[in-house]
């Protein structure tokens, strides 16, 4: 049981440092406005987050839905100081994986936020003034006047 434990969490620390190299590389992705490339590596992302979630559901399954520093306690000192050191590593790999999955939400968000605008400003400059420029069926409208024409200088 205890090989199967540490082997699992020895799996889920590798596996959050390769996913901390990967949301850095869609940093730099996203930076560069790739959107293809970015596509292929979130694909790549969510399946190696699903991988993780399996490694941690099969620990918690191992030690009966405890902690795994609980049952560390109960080990001998050298396996419960391989194990803890390693859970150490984990919790600094996730809280690292957090900062840059938030570094890149942020920067996705700006994103957004930037092409929306693009957007809105392109769509009011080729949008007409008026709304009733254009007739019920699809031609222009024609502008009436009712001001005599001759008189003040229109035809």
Same mark, same amino acid.
């Given at each position: 049981?205890?090989?199967?434990?540490?082997?699992?969490?020895?799996?889920q620390? &590798?596996g $959050?440092?390769?996913l #901390?190299?990967?949301l850095e !590389? /869609?940093?730099?992705?996203?930076?560069? #406005?790739?959107?293809?490339?970015?596509v292929?590596? /979130?694909?790549?992302i969510? !399946?190696?987050? #699903?991988q993780?979630?399996? !490694?941690?559901?099969?620990?918690i399954?191992?030690?009966?839905?405890g902690r795994?520093?609980?049952y560390?306690a109960?080990?001998p /000192?050298? &396996?419960?100081?391989a194990l803890r050191?390693?859970?150490?590593d984990?919790d600094?790999?996730e809280?690292?994986?957090s900062?840059q999955?938030?570094r890149?939400?942020?920067? %996705?968000l700006?994103?957004?936020?930037? %092409?929306t605008?693009?957007?809105? +400003? $392109?769509?009011?400059?080729?949008?007409?003034? &008026?709304? /009733?420029?254009?007739?019920?069926?699809?031609g222009?409208?024609?502008?009436?006047? +009712?001001?005599?024409?001759?008189?003040?200088? #229109?035809l």
């Open positions: 049981m205890y090989q199967t434990i540490h082997d699992s969490l020895f799996r620390n &590798k $959050l440092a390769l #901390r190299d990967l !590389e /869609e940093y730099r992705i996203l930076l560069s #406005r790739d959107a293809g490339s970015a292929g590596l /979130e694909f790549s969510h !399946e190696l987050i #699903r993780l979630a399996v !490694e941690k559901s099969l620990v399954r191992m030690v009966g839905g795994v520093m609980d560390a109960m080990l /000192e050298d &396996k419960s100081a050191a390693l859970f150490a984990i600094e790999g809280q690292g994986v900062r999955a938030s890149n939400a942020g920067l %996705s700006a994103l957004l936020d930037q %092409s605008r693009a957007l809105q +400003t $392109l769509t009011g400059m080729a949008a007409p003034d &008026k709304a /009733e420029v254009y007739g019920r069926r699809g222009m409208a024609r502008k009436t006047h +009712t001001d005599a024409a001759l008189i003040s200088g #229109r």
